[in-house]
């Protein structure tokens, strides 16, 4: 069951993303703040409880594993008591993968960033953005110079040509 405290996170998280500077999501550097009106059309966006209540377990677990039901159901569904890893190194090293990361995310922090590109087999192309925020990725003002032009760079090299 979801308790009272995730419930207060959950609200403070999402109101959060749409402020400047924000304890949940790292203060965004390049975040246009007069444009606050038009970007609540589209959010916050709903998600299930589960979901919300699964990312609370890992938290808590310090995990990143599939949804814990509990022992009895955990044994149904994955034949043991706790729920499986999910194992980052099964991702195999002829995929290439892109990452971005701020320095100001307080959500995808670098210490989670850098776990995760340990984890990973593969040696990912890495974007470090000191000042970015969580929400400096998706709607900074210099998101096109910052970000697009290197991520586009890097699936351009790729070498194999898009059908659009
Ligand atoms: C910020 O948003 C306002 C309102 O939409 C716009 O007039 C202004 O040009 C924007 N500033 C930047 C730097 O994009």
């Given at each position: 069951?979801?308790?009272?405290?995730?419930?207060?996170?959950?609200?403070?998280?999402?109101?959060?993303?749409?402020?400047?500077?924000?304890?949940?999501?790292?203060?965004?550097?390049?975040?246009?703040?007069?444009?606050?009106?038009?970007?609540?059309?589209?959010?916050?966006?709903?998600?299930?409880?589960?979901?919300?209540?699964?990312?609370?377990?890992?938290i808590?677990?310090?995990?990143?594993?599939?949804?814990?039901?509990?022992?009895?159901?955990n044994l149904?569904?994955?034949?043991?008591?706790?729920?499986p890893?999910?194992?980052?190194?099964?991702i195999?090293?002829?995929?290439?993968?892109?990452?971005?990361?701020?320095?100001?995310?307080?959500?995808?922090?670098?210490?989670?960033?850098?776990?995760?590109?340990?984890?990973?087999?593969?040696?990912?192309?890495l974007l470090?953005?000191?000042n970015?925020?969580?929400?400096?990725?998706?709607?900074?003002?210099?998101?096109k110079e910052?970000?697009?032009?290197?991520?586009?760079?890097?699936f351009?090299?790729?070498?194999?040509?898009?059908?659009?």
């Amino acid at each position: 069951m979801t308790n009272i405290a995730e419930v207060q996170f959950m609200i403070i998280l999402t109101l959060g993303f749409l402020t400047k500077s924000c304890i949940c999501s790292g203060e965004n550097c390049c975040f246009n703040s007069s444009r606050i009106d038009s970007y609540l059309e589209y959010e916050p966006h709903p998600s299930s409880s589960k979901n919300l209540h699964h990312l609370f377990q890992m938290i808590r677990e310090g995990t990143f594993a599939m949804y814990d039901y509990g022992v009895w159901k955990n044994l149904m569904h994955y034949k043991q008591r706790k729920p499986p890893a999910f194992d980052v190194s099964s991702i195999p090293s002829s995929l290439p993968i892109w990452m971005g990361y701020g320095g100001n995310d307080a959500l995808a922090d670098v210490a989670d960033v850098q776990r995760t590109i340990k984890e990973l087999v593969s040696k990912p192309e890495l974007l470090y953005l000191e000042n970015y925020g969580h929400i400096d990725f998706l709607l900074s003002t210099r998101g096109k110079e910052d970000v697009y032009d290197s991520m586009l760079a890097f699936f351009g090299s790729l070498g194999k040509t898009s059908s659009y």
